[in-house]
C-alpha cells in the first residue's frame, strides 16, 4: 500500500496555515489548531507510515470510553483519558466500537440501531480523539460476552427464528449471522458522525479497524472456519473502506499445524481454538498483525524469571514472522501482568512492561516489524466499574507514566514523526 496524495497533502499543508477551522475536504481532514494536519496511517511493507514516514505505535487500551461518553455525566471522563494520553505523548487508543444488545447500546437488535446512544457515544469518542490528536483503532465485536459480542448475535438470530445453532461459534458460520454483522459493518463505516460531519470511513483518526476482539472457534480446531470468516469480514471492510488499515485482533497462537506451536505458544491447548496466527495474518486484505501478551494467564504457574523469558520469546517470534514470513507489521494490541493471578509485585510489573518496550524500541531501530505496543488498560479516577485486575490510573508520579512517557520519546527520536512535531517537542 502506497502512500497516497504526499504532494496534496504538502499545498494542503501550506493552507492550513491560513485557517483556523475545522475544515473537511474529500474526506480528509485537517486539524489547524496545532498548524499540522492529520493523515491516515498507511503501511508500507512492515511498517506503518503517515505521510510517507515511519510510525510507531506507543498507546494504550480504554475499552470503556463509549461507556462513558453516553452519559453526560460521566463525559468529562473521556476527555480527561485521551488528554492524559496526549500529555504522555501516546498516539493510538484502542476502544470497543460496538456495543450489542448493553446498556445504551449502539445496536439494539439487528439492523436497529439507537441514534440518541451512537451521537453521545461513538460519534463523541472519536470527535474528542480527533481534538486531541489521538487515534483510535476500534473493534467491531467481542468474541466474548462482554457488551454483546459473538453469544448476543446467535441469541438474536435464534429469537428471530434464523439461528442454525445455539453454539456461539456460530457467529462465523451462520449465513444469517454473517450478514448481521456485515450489516453492523457497513453501518459504522458509513456512518456520518454529528458532530464533525465526517463519515467514520473518510475520517483519519480511525487509525483502523479490527475485526473481532480476541477470536476463537472451539469447535472448528482445524482453523478453516475463522479464516473463512476473516476473508469475508475483512473483504467486506475493504469493499467499503479503502483509506483505513485492518486488522484480526488475534491473541496470537500459532496453529496445529505451524512448528512454532510447540515451541512458542504457551501450551498445548493454544493450538487448539480455531486460530491460526500466520494463516490469518496473511489474508491479503489484512494490512498488520495482532498479538496479545498474557504470559500469566496463560501459563499461570510459571515463575517470573519465566514469565519474562517467556515475553521475550514471544515477542521475538512474532516479529520474526512479521519480517520473514507475513511482511507486515506486528502491533502488540494488549498487554499487561495481572495483579490477581500470582501477586506479582509492582516492580515485577514494571520489569514485564519495560521489557515488551525495549523490544519494540530495539526493532524500531532496526527497522524491523515490531510496530509498537497499545498497554491494557488505562482508567481514570472514579471508574472502578471498568476496572480488571489490569487496570492502570497512569497518574503523573506512577512509574507506568514515566516509561511510557520515555517510550513515547525515544520511539520519536528513531524517525521524524512530522505530523506530531509539535506535541512532541512538549512532552520530551
Ligand atoms: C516504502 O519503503 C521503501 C523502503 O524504505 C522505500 O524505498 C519506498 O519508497 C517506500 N514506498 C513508498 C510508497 O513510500
Ligand atoms: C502479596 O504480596 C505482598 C508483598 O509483595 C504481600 O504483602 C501480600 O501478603 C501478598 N498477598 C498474597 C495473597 O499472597
Ligand atoms: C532504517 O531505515 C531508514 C530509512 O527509513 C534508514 O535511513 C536507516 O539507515 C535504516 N536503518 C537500518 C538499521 O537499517
Ligand atoms: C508527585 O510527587 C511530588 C513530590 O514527590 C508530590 O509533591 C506530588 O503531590 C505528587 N503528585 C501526585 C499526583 O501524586
Known sequence: ?????????????????????????????????????????????????????????????????????????????????????????????????????????????????????????????????????????????????????????????????????????????????????????????????????????????????????????????????????IEEMSAFVKLIDKNHLVTVGLEGFYGPHDPKSSTVNPGYWASQVGSDFIRNSKISNIDFTSVHIYGDQWSYKQEFEDQLKFVSKWMLSHIEDGDEVLHKPVLFSEYGLSQRIQNFSASDREKIHKTILDIIYKSAKRNKSGAGTLIWQFLVDGINEFSDEYGIVPGGNSSTYSLLVEQSCRLAKVKGWPQQDVKFKQVC
Open 1 to 229: 500500500m502506497g502512500v497516497r496524495n504526499g504532494m496534496l497533502y504538502h499545498i494542503l499543508g501550506l493552507l492550513s496555515v491560513l485557517a483556523f477551522v475545522y475544515m473537511s475536504f474529500g474526506g480528509l481532514r485537517f486539524r489547524f489548531e496545532e498548524g499540522s494536519e492529520v493523515a491516515f496511517v498507511q503501511r508500507n511493507g512492515t511498517q506503518f507510515v503517515v505521510d510517507g514516514k515511519a510510525f510507531y505505535v506507543n498507546g494504550w487500551n480504554s475499552y470503556w470510553l463509549m461507556f462513558q461518553s453516553v452519559d453526560v455525566d460521566s463525559r468529562h471522563r473521556v476527555r480527561e483519558m485521551l488528554k492524559t494520553g496526549a500529555k504522555m505523548g501516546l498516539t493510538v487508543c484502542r476502544t470497543w466500537g460496538f456495543n450489542d444488545g448493553g446498556y445504551h447500546a449502539l445496536q439494539t437488535s439487528p439492523g436497529r440501531f439507537d441514534e440518541q446512544a451512537f451521537k453521545q457515544a461513538l460519534d463523541y469518542v472519536i470527535a474528542e480523539a480527533g481534538q486531541q490528536g489521538i487515534r483510535l483503532l476500534l473493534s467491531l465485536v467481542n468474541n466474548l460476552e462482554g457488551l454483546g459480542g459473538k453469544p448476543q448475535y446467535v441469541k438474536w438470530a435464534w429469537q428471530d427464528g434464523v439461528g442454525l445453532s445455539s453454539s456461539d461459534d456460530s457467529f462465523f458460520f451462520d449465513p444469517s449471522i454473517r450478514s448481521y454483522f456485515k450489516n453492523y459493518i457497513k453501518t459504522i463505516l458509513t456512518r456520518k458522525n454529528t458532530i464533525t460531519g465526517i463519515e467514520y470511513r473518510n475520517d483519519p483518526t480511525v487509525f483502523g479497524w479490527e475485526l473481532i476482539n480476541e477470536p476463537r472457534c472451539m469447535s472448528d480446531p482445524s482453523g478453516d472456519t475463522l479464516q473463512e470468516w
